[in-house]
């Protein structure tokens, strides 16, 4: 049971990137998904999150309006479009995976997925 997260890499500040976390070994189809990040000296925050049909989702304060998630369970798979990303995005982006949408935004999820680093620097 996997979750690969990809898609990470150098923007510049205005810019855009989209990650992707592909889930394999089971389907992820029911399951809440999310999207945490970690700065360099800072601790693991929540970034967004969506449920299994895509008809709720949440997002941190600061993301609101820029960053936009949505999944295909078809293909088993989240993305987080990022818009507008500023120098104050830069970090290490995780994905996750929970039945449980409380346990999976505190950070507490069964399944989580290696890291994608996303920087953002002119």
């Known amino acids: 049971v996997q979750l690969q997260a990809s898609g990470g890499g150098l923007v510049q500040p205005g810019g855009s990137l989209r990650l992707s976390c592909a889930g394999s070994?089971?389907?992820?189809?029911?399951?809440?998904m999310g999207w945490f990040r970690q700065a360099p000296g800072k601790e693991r925050e929540f970034v967004a999150a969506?449920?299994?049909?895509?008809?709720?989702?949440y997002y941190l304060d600061s993301v609101k309006g820029r960053f936009t998630i949505s999944r295909d369970n078809a293909k088993n798979t989240m993305y987080l479009q990022m818009n507008n990303l500023k120098p104050e995005d830069t970090a290490v982006y995780y994905c996750?995976?929970?039945?449980?949408?409380?346990?999976?935004?505190?950070?507490?999820?069964?399944?989580w997925g290696q890291g994608t680093l996303v920087t953002v620097s002119s």
């Open positions: 996750a995976a929970d039945l449980n949408r409380e346990l999976l935004t505190t950070g507490r999820s069964d399944y």
């Open positions: 070994g089971r389907t992820f189809n029911y399951y809440v």
């Open positions: 969506i449920n299994w049909s895509g008809g709720w989702t």
